[in-house]
């Protein structure tokens, strides 16, 4: 989808902070893209492009017979190959070289991308897969105020969320746009499928699979050609290897492949070029609230990968009781947006205790808080010993079956974010 006919593309020669950097101009209000130095030329020049920055670290060189396709493009081209230095510098050669007046914005963003989708749906129908995640959430109310009725929610409860949350997420969408939203409460097929599987990858395999099936038939009622998707510009740009060596990959951008072959839906992705923060500024701007846009990141098998080992409906309670605790005092505290992640895992050990001046012997519970700028590296968050305490003595004392907290110290590497 092209935003603007101002783009200055961002030529990636091998250098890490390039998202960081092309998020920084985007801000001063010229639309920025980033390109692998593989691309080629004609790709380039799809984009109708109004320079070129070229962008490595000093470690590693700017490929000059790579850099050779696009010299011959005779278009601006501001060299960083020795580092990027200051935005400010950049944002001065797309104003004074490549002539960009600034007319990015995201109110732009929106009436653009909403024109697009109507002209790409007609009066046809869209079907969306709700997840109550940020990025699913902000598609379902630009598409929404695009095709209004034509668009259908499809918000399957797999019986792994958390606390009130298919309540919340369909209460919002109700009340905020007057939605048509199909609600699926597939806890019991999901949760007999998941018995005895104790096995961390076979678990999100099953989780997957069914969650594929659930979708598909409740997709399948909705009779539309088009399936609208929450992909943004960090899954596309992690899924491209900078040298053609798939082993780059940070990570694969997980779409449809998964969907039965009979299902030939044709995509509406309207947020592809947005960085997750301008995802979040869209929401905000389109009347989805805090609770919804500002949530930490929440994994799509969800309470499944932080249930450690096979998951019984009674443990599980244990631990969405314990979880919702955790967010509500961090919430109480001040802490919440000051970690990317906070959150308690059910460890299935029994550990001896004293509760009600009685001999226990019950579960554990631990909490997990970092932070991190992009979930490939994480540093451990140290929250205050009074709030860990505070969380620790509502545990103890609210959620029947636990009589012991702890506190993971584990930075990623060597652990991961999620213990499964
Ligand atoms: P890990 O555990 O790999 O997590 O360090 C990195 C980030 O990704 C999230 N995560 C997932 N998100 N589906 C998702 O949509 C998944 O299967 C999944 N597994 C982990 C995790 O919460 C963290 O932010």
Known sequence: MKQTPETVILLNFGCKDIQKFARAIRDRH???MVMPYTVPAERVMQESPVGLIVCADKEVPARPEARA???ALKLPTLDLSTGLGEV?????????????????????????AVADIRNQVGDRKVVLGLSGGV???VVAALIHKAVGKQLTCVFVNHGLLRKNEPEMVQEIFARNFDMNLCYVDASDRFLDKLKGVSDPEQKRKVIGKEFIEVFAEAAAKVDAPFLGQ????????????????PNGVIKSHHNVGGLPKNMKFKLVEPVERLFKDEVRAV???????????DRHPFPGPSLGVRHVGAIERNTLAMLREADAIVT??????????????????????????????QRSYEYVIAIRSINSVDAVTAQVVRLPWEL?????????????????VVYDITAKPPGTIEWE
């Open 69 to 71: 396709k696009f010299d």
């Open 388 to 404: 860990l305490e505070t969380m620790m003595e509502r545990i103890v004392r609210e959620v029947d079956g636990v009589n012991r």
């Open 135 to 137: 990025d699913s959430s």
């Open 328 to 357: 509500e005092e961090l919430i109480k505290a001040g802490w919440y947006h000051k970690t990317w992640q906070t959150f308690a895992i059910f460890v299935p050990v029994k550990t001896v205790g004293i509760k009600n001046q």
């Open 88 to 112: 400010d510098a950049a944002v001065r050669f797309c104003r004074e070289k490549c002539g960009c007046t600034g007319r990015w914005t995201l109110e732009n963003f929106i009436d653009e």
């Open 230 to 245: 929450g992909t943004i510009y960090p899954d596309i740009l992690e899924s491209i290897p900078l040298d053609g060596n």
């Open 30 to 32: 010229i639309y920025t």
């Open 283 to 293: 929401g905000r701007m389109l009347g989805l609230p805090s609770e919804l846009i």
